[in-house]
């Protein structure tokens, strides 16, 4: 058995524990009434997701079955088969042998064997309604896990939004810069030049500028985390889409 300590220094014999006792004290003795009565340890399970309940399956089934035990249905529904099963064998036995009347013994094996066939198709249509349950549980959990994503979608959007709309606004920055920069150092060499040069002739010296080509340089590193973030804005937004496409298609498999 795993154990845990809080940073209160309180230990806990498994995260199941450690988990409820970070809920509300109502919320956590709902969650321990419902486990009490639920005889399906993945029923709990899918209650405890919607709970928000950060741990595994496994660490909730232990937990479940040292807390609450439950009846074995399966379990004891196979052990009458089995024993139903060895009874009619051995009748069978008994009559051949002459151990028995056959009137009497054929009469006692049809009410044995009848006993056996209903004990079966209890069986059967217990582990279908079982399977059943497991799919569907299964269908509720992701549609869970994919609405949780979906909730959380337009807080990851708005984040990559604000991230290009501050890049476009540092790119337009440094261009104005650059602009300014350029029309200075433009000045600068038609001033400074010992020969009469075009305008032209001196913007291109000027663009050779060492100040001028360290902006350059920065407006192009700033085009490709433009050119990324537009993208990833496209990515997401298009996953809006896919949530939905993914939630209907798990609700058709479970009709």
């Known amino acids: 058995m795993t154990t845990s300590t809080a940073t209160s220094g309180k230990v806990y014999l498994s995260v199941v524990d450690q988990w409820l006792d970070s809920l509300p004290a109502s919320e956590s003795d709902i969650f321990k009434e419902f486990a009490e009565i639920t005889p399906s340890a993945v029923e709990i399970w899918v209650y405890a997701g919607i709970m928000q309940y950060p741990g595994s399956f496994n660490d909730l089934a232990r937990w479940v079955k040292m807390k609450y035990r439950k009846l074995d249905s399966r379990g004891i529904l196979n052990s009458e088969i089995s024993a139903l099963h060895s009874d009619v064998q051995e009748l069978r036995m008994a009559i051949t042998s002459g151990e028995i009347k056959g009137s009497d013994g054929a009469a006692r094996l049809a009410s044995l064997e009848k006993e056996l066939r209903s004990h079966i198709e209890t069986s059967e249509r217990m582990n279908k309604t079982i ?9 509720a959990d992701r549609v869970m896990r ?5 909730m959380r979608l337009p807080a990851r959007k708005h984040y990559w939004v604000a991230q290009l709309i501050k890049s476009k606004i540092a790119r337009n920055a440094t261009f104005e810069k650059k602009k300014q920069l350029k029309k200075n150092i433009t000045k600068e ?3 400074t030049s010992p020969v009469k040069l075009s305008q032209s002739a ?6 050779r500028h060492e100040s001028l080509a360290s902006l350059t340089a ?16 496209k990515t997401m937004s298009q996953m809006g889409f896919d949530i939905k496409n993914i939630v209907e298609l798990q609700k058709m498999e479970q009709l």
């Not at 994919?146 to 979906?150: A, D, M, N």
């Not at 920065?218 to 990833?232: F, G, N, P, S």
């Open 131 to 139: 399977d059943k349950r497991g799919l569907t549980l299964a269908g």
């Open 146 to 150: 994919e609405k949780e994503q979906s």
């Open 189 to 191: 060499v038609i001033a």
């Open 202 to 207: 001196a913007e291109q010296a000027a663009e």
């Open 218 to 233: 920065k407006i192009k590193e700033l085009d490709l985390i433009i050119e990324y973030l537009e993208k990833v804005e």
